[in-house]
């Protein structure tokens, strides 16, 4: 398969770029492709990112998403979970192949990803908090009501 051309960044060392490969080719359910930044498009392809220094980590909690894909997501607060259960099967992949996992880096991503989410649902109009219902529709509280 045209997974184990993959390119890996000369930056990684050999060890990491060879256990990259190892863990895609034990994953022939998906695919796998270079782009401009980690990403996991669903249904079944994890991008890999332009080198970093938690490159590892990236790459198991993209390849995370796509191992927990059943669960599919409409709010923003659900987006949160998924999230979290990404990094929870990265932990896993870790532990599997002794890679090092960084808890403070997780929380880090978590909590920028948390103010990103936070600063979304603020309205434009009038800044308070909208909430989102089951739909992922955007509804504030006030504009709403005068609207
Ligand atoms: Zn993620
Ligand atoms: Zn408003």
């Given at each position: 398969?045209?997974?184990?051309?993959?390119?890996?960044?000369?930056?990684?060392?050999?060890?990491?770029?060879n256990l990259i490969k190892k863990i895609v080719q034990t994953h022939p359910e998906l695919t796998f492709r270079r782009g401009k930044r980690f990403a996991f498009r669903p249904p079944t392809t994890v991008i890999i990112g332009p080198f970093e220094p938690n490159y590892l980590l990236l790459f198991c909690h993209e390849l995370g998403h796509a191992l927990c894909m059943k669960h599919s997501f409409a709010t923003d607060i659900e987006r949160l979970k998924i999230e979290r259960l990404a990094w929870e099967e990265a932990k896993k992949i870790c532990i599997q192949y002794l890679i090092p996992y960084d808890e403070d880096f997780v929380e880090d991503q978590l909590d920028s990803y948390r103010d990103w989410l936070h600063a979304k649902s603020k309205c434009k109009k009038c800044g308070l908090t909208r909430y989102q219902t089951k739909n992922g529709q955007y509804h504030c509280p006030y504009c709403d009501l005068t609207a």
């Open positions: 398969m045209k997974q184990t051309e993959l390119q890996l960044p000369t930056q990684l060392s050999t060890h990491e770029r």
